[in-house]
């Protein structure tokens, strides 16, 4: 696949001649970068305005101008151009074009035409990509050719780092090298009645969009040695997207801390002439998350005193020293991030049963939809919406198991995840089992494994000696009798743990319905619709 740049394709004496290019477009993005979280994913939704709306980029033909800010009348004549944009859906132009390959190449199979596309880049850049085979381009392809466009500035390194994700508010894929996207495309209503948790209506709505992100199954220890201001502002923003939609749980003053920082990167130095509490009132839902911002009536009504966000926030943007570099200032946000356990994470839609006692046992409750965040290290279930992290575990401190619906051609009834894990409980040493629902459970279930397969390869390699003592003995992913089988058994880790695990920051187990074992593995506490016999 030969790909020239748009500054060559404006040098070229044919504009016609037809070559690939890539155009590279700055453009003020929404936060949500047109696949956010619903208030709700389990049901039908409309989007709010101006909260889930997304300015896509949108250009076609020879000889583009580069680097230039669009208009809103230039905006406006590429949704004319390309198709009219929703508020509720939008009809970004990649898919529609996908729509229109996929018929032309139903008409004449024998015909190879070129693609146009666009891939949106965690910070406010979308890049318009011309294939002359865009049919069968792999990710591994679009990738080299990110990386090498010279506008962009990239090292050769960043692939290493980033990889292509086709993302949409109800399911969010890592693409593999070899996958080919407009395939992924066509392919994708299939995908969201085999995962999506949403109606119809809403999964027929849903539109997809191709995004440059962090590949999840690098190190973060990598994102530490990255030196190259490139691949760290694209880093930067990522972690501020996931900072922002609750992804990453913080307390209160870590929010302002940050929120300080982004300010300061945003907004420049401190302007006592604009930078009034006024304006943080106004502007400060940039730079928190949702759930910071629901007290708001209360600073309007004059009832927050200094404890209003705005003010907090602006306190700490006034403090940052007008000579501080950018790249120090990202880096400082960046740090923060790195030492949160569930940086880094792919994340999953999944639905855990609240906890019910006493009288309300009696009544329906809903299941709590929760956010399940997967890296290297661990598991984590989060409650994004409330931005709480509900349950942390790495690998180690866990045993996990993938069970199918028992009714699979019942709709209500969902593929789960069990997690086991090991804690004290009015003085004795307990197994706590949690039952996650989700149609992304099989998705879970291969990263798990995958990540646990890299553990036990590197364990088989660090061991010297055959372990003698359980106590010597590596973790629990090697009680597994079966050396095919990436699972650890339930029933593996009373016997496989001499310490208990220490929990990633605060484990809110009280929010969660629970099954209690003890170590001979009698159920001693059983929650919600957890019935065994014993």
Not at 173 to 188: E, G, I, T
């Amino acid at each position: 696949m030969a790909l020239t740049s748009s500054d060559q394709q404006r040098d070229s004496t044919d504009p016609e001649s037809g070559h690939n290019y890539i155009t590279v477009i700055p453009v003020e993005f929404q936060r949500s970068r047109g696949y956010p979280q619903p208030p709700d994913q389990y049901s039908d939704y409309k989007s709010i305005d101006g909260e889930f709306n997304r300015p896509d980029i949108v250009k076609s033909g020879s000889g583009v101008e580069n680097s230039k800010t669009i208009s809103p009348e230039a905006y406006k004549q590429s949704l004319d151009n390309c198709g009219k944009f929703g508020k509720e859906h939008e009809d970004n132009a990649i898919n529609a074009q996908w729509e229109k390959e996929k018929n032309q190449e139903a008409q004449n199979d024998s015909s190879i035409q070129p693609l146009k596309v666009c891939v949106y880049l965690m910070s406010d850049v979308a890049l318009h990509m011309e294939l002359e085979d865009g049919v069968n381009t792999t990710v591994k392809e679009l990738t080299q050719a990110i990386v090498t466009e010279e506008q962009l500035g990239l090292p050769r390194s960043a692939a290493n780092i980033f990889t292509l994700w086709m993302c949409s508010g109800l399911l969010e894929l890592r693409l593999k090298p070899h996958h080919q996207p407009f395939a992924v495309r066509a392919k994708w209503p299939d995908l969201l009645v085999k995962y999506a948790h949403a109606t119809e209506s809403r999964q027929r709505r849903d539109e997809p969009v191709l995004s440059f992100q962090r590949n999840v199954f690098v190190s973060r220890s990598v994102d530490e040695r990255v030196k190259d201001p490139k691949i760290m502002d694209l880093l930067y923003c990522e972690a501020r997207y996931n900072i922002l939609e609750g992804r990453y749980p913080c307390e209160v003053g870590h929010y302002i801390m940050l929120g300080g920082i982004q300010a300061r990167l945003e907004l420049g130095p401190y302007n006592p002439h604009i930078h009034t509490i006024h304006f943080f009132r106004e502007q400060y839902s940039r730079f928190l998350p949702p759930q910071m911002r629901r007290g708001a009536w209360r600073s309007w009504l004059g009832l927050g005193g200094k404890n209003c966000p705005e003010i907090k926030l602006l306190e700490h943007y006034k403090r940052i020293p007008p000579s501080t570099p950018d790249r120090k200032l990202q880096r400082k946000y960046l740090e923060f991030c790195w030492a949160l356990p569930y940086y880094g994470c792919a994340f999953f839609q999944g639905q855990v049963e609240q906890p019910v006692r006493g009288l309300t046992s009696l009544i329906t409750h809903q299941d709590i939809p929760v956010l399940v965040g997967i890296n290297p290290q661990g598991i984590y279930v989060i409650d994004n919406t409330q931005c709480i992290l509900l349950l942390g575990l790495k690998f180690e401190e866990m045993s996990w198991d993938f069970a199918k619906p028992s009714q699979e051609d019942n709709p209500d009834c969902l593929p789960c995840i069990f997690i086991q894990f090991r804690v004290v409980e009015n003085g004795m040493r307990v197994s706590k089992i949690l039952q996650i629902f989700s149609k992304q459970a099989v998705m879970m279930d291969a990263l798990i494994s995958g990540f646990v397969e890299d553990i036990k390869k590197k364990t088989s390699v660090t061991t010297k000696q055959p372990a003698t003592d359980e106590t010597d003995r590596p973790p629990v992913y090697d009680t597994a009798t079966d050396s095919d089988d990436t699972q650890m058994p339930l029933n593996n880790v009373a016997g496989a743990h001499r310490e208990l695990p220490q929990s990633c920051l605060g484990n809110k187990l009280s929010k969660l319905t629970l099954a209690t074992f003890d170590d001979e593995g009698r159920c001693i506490g059983q929650m919600g619709s957890w019935s065994f016999s014993y």
